[in-house]
Nanobody, 125 residues
Framework: QLQLVESGGGLVQPGGSLRLSCAASGFPLDYYAIGWFRQAPGKEREGVVC????????ISADSVKGRFTISRDSTKNTMFLQMDSLTPGDTAVYYC??????????????????WGQGTQVTVSS
C-alpha cells in the first residue's frame, strides 16, 4: 500500500522555524518527483516547493524562496520541509505529495499522484 504520513506541524511565532516530515511506505521516494503544497482557508491549494525525479531541479514559489527548503533522506524514505523566517501568511494546512512521473519543472498539485493527510501550520504571536 502506497502511503505518505506527515508530522511536525504546529503553532510557531512569527520569525520562527518549523520542520515538517513525510514518511513514505510502499514505494521508494528516490525515484519519484516530490513536493510540498499548502492550502489556506478560502484559498486554492498552491505548490510551495518541489523536486523533480532526478533531484536536479528544485521549483519554489516566489513567496518562500530563501526561506523554505525541501530535502529527502533515502535511508529513512522520508522527505522534509524546513521552514524558516515564518510569517502569518504561511499559515495553512501543508501536504506532501509524490508522483512517479515527470513534473516538467512545474510544482502543480494536479501533477501529483499520492498525497499525505495534511498537517496544520499556524504562525501567530
Amino acid at each position: 500500500q502506497l502511503q505518505l504520513v506527515e508530522s511536525g506541524g504546529g503553532l510557531v511565532q512569527p520569525g520562527g522555524s518549523l520542520r515538517l516530515s513525510c514518511a513514505a511506505s510502499g514505494f521508494p521516494l528516490d525515484y519519484y518527483a516530490i513536493g510540498w503544497f499548502r492550502q489556506a482557508p478560502g484559498k486554492e491549494r498552491e505548490g510551495v516547493v518541489c523536486i523533480n525525479k532526478s533531484g536536479t531541479s528544485t521549483i519554489s514559489a516566489d513567496s518562500v524562496k530563501g526561506r523554505f527548503t525541501i530535502s529527502r533522506d533515502s535511508t529513512k524514505n522520508t522527505m522534509f520541509l524546513q521552514m524558516d523566517s515564518l510569517t502569518p501568511g504561511d499559515t495553512a494546512v501543508y501536504y506532501c505529495a509524490a508522483t512517479p512521473f515527470g513534473i516538467d519543472s512545474a510544482c502543480e498539485s494536479h501533477r501529483m499522484e499520492y498525497w499525505g493527510q495534511g498537517t496544520q501550520v499556524t504562525v501567530s504571536s
